[in-house]
């Protein structure tokens, strides 16, 4: 008997190994490792034919200019929000991987979608952390048609693929892929040699049927999605549904997509009747208070292919110990401590012996660099106690030396703020409109000593 070969997969980067250890050579992340049993060697004469994750391997060599372009086919989700997280819609045989913590909603948008166009096309759901009788409870919950809809139970790679091929379905979603095994592999579910060949193969044929694939992903406790690096490469589009349990809202982003923009956000709202999208996300974002209070600013943030008006807001308090607080929630935590030693340096403002916490409204995550310079004002505000005028929007980038870098689509930011009411907007000279916009006054910075006298 041919003896069974082992291999040790980083699942943070993917990365073979021939024996375990504490580090992975590659990334260097720590306790990382894990044991990937492969399949017997076999002789060349007996090998099967290798399929790679498109389809066959070893198809004819083209010229580029030979090959057909064809417009791809896409089918809308019957979500707007949705459709603008994928770049437009569904596309025939591609694979999306669908992320969240427990609880975020992932299968009950995945239950609406389906209910919706399985009018019109064959759709499948394949379930196997839940039972028929509980999907179904929770259809009837939502109000959700389930005459078309067809389920199956079910966690062996091999019976899902024959289900798969006798229905046929255009739509095939499997949740999740973390519970599902292969009769080929002999490990646990979840491992990683498990998820990674499930993938795989479901992937397969994916491309060669033309069915759209739909898989449900768990998460980390750091919040990536679990299982290995390798599972992100071989999808088409990797999106995650992220919200908090005590806030009804919920945000779908895009980290991936071969067929669209990346960075897409989608809002939608948790309601009775399941997830409703929100049309107008910067509206819930900056549901203020009535009473005017320092340490609050507007921004507009860049988010996909749209703006979108974020309040952020800013605390600075005496410390009472050594070493003050720094804490950013929705922020990137290293840039605000360089933002505030350019506050110290250009600014004139010393803030080291006290304690600094800054919040973005509404459980948003701000990647970009044009929050800078909003993020500056709301801490100026709040540590001379002087409050901002409500009508006042501010981005801009801001450098190490004091400058204030201009930010793509400047003008479509000052768009957006214009029709949500603001009438002042502090930007950077980069990003100053050429004409002057009717009923706002514009006030383009260079410097960051410029942009403090300016308020």
Not at 46 to 57: D, F, K, S, W
Not at 368 to 380: K, M, P, Y
Request: proline share 4%; charged share 20%.
């Amino acid at each position: 008997m041919a003896k069974q070969k082992t291999a040790y997969v980083c699942v943070d980067c993917g990365s073979d190994h021939n024996k375990w250890q504490g580090q992975c050579q590659d990334c260097g992340a720590w306790n990382t490792l894990s044991e990937l049993r492969l399949g017997p060697a076999t002789s060349a004469k007996a090998a099967p034919v290798r399929q790679g994750y498109a389809g066959e391997v070893g198809g004819e060599v083209q010229m580029l200019a030979n090959v057909s372009i064809e417009a791809l086919p896409r089918r809308s989700t019957g979500f707007d929000e949705f459709d603008r997280v994928l770049g437009g819609g569904l596309v025939a045989g591609s694979a999306v991987l669908i992320g969240g913590h427990p609880g975020a909603g992932k299968s009950t948008l995945l239950l609406q979608v389906l209910c919706r166009l399985a009018a019109q096309c064959e759709c499948l759901y394949v379930t196997g952390e839940e039972s028929l009788p509980q999907i179904a409870m929770r259809a009837q919950r939502l109000n959700l048609s389930a005459d078309t809809l067809k389920l199956c139970a079910e966690t062996s790679l091999e019976l899902i693929l024959a289900q798969a091929v006798a229905n046929k379905p255009a739509i095939l979603v499997v949740d999740s892929i973390q519970v599902l095994h292969s009769e080929q592999v002999s490990s646990a579910p979840g491992s990683v040699s498990q998820v990674r060949e499930c993938a795989a193969a479901l992937t397969r044929f994916a491309k060669q049927s033309g069915t759209v694939l739909l898989m449900v992903g768990h998460v980390t406790k750091d919040g990536g999605l679990a299982g290995p690096k390798v599972l992100e490469h071989i999808i088409d589009c990797s999106i995650m549904l992220e919200g908090s349990s005590d806030s009804r809202y919920r945000t779908l982003r895009g980290s991936k997509n071969r067929f669209g923009a990346v960075n897409e956000l989608g809002v939608f709202a948790m309601t009775e009747l399941g997830l409703k999208e929100v049309k107008n996300p910067s509206a819930i974002f900056l549901n203020r208070g009535e009473v005017v209070s320092s340490g609050s600013t507007v921004m507009v943030v860049w988010e996909g292919t749209r703006p979108l008006l974020v309040e952020i807001q800013a605390l600075v308090d005496s410390s009472g110990f050594g070493n003050p607080r720094r804490v950013a929630v929705g922020l990137e935590q290293n840039r605000l401590a360089m933002l505030l030693a350019v506050l110290h340096r250009h600014g004139g403002l010393q803030v080291g012996d006290q304690d600094v916490f800054v919040n973005v409204v509404g459980g948003v995550k701000v990647l970009e660099t044009g929050s800078d310079l909003a993020l500056l004002f709301a801490i100026v505000s709040s540590f001379r106690d002087r409050p901002l005028p409500e009508d006042l929007v501010v981005f801009g980038e801001v450098g190490l030396s004091g400058e204030i870098r201009p930010v793509p689509s400047g003008q479509e930011r000052l768009q957006e703020a214009r029709k949500h009411g603001f009438r002042r907007a502090i930007v950077p000279h980069g990003n100053a409109p050429r004409g002057a916009l009717a009923g706002m006054e514009v006030v383009a910075v260079k410097t960051l000593a410029e942009a403090l006298e300016a308020i």
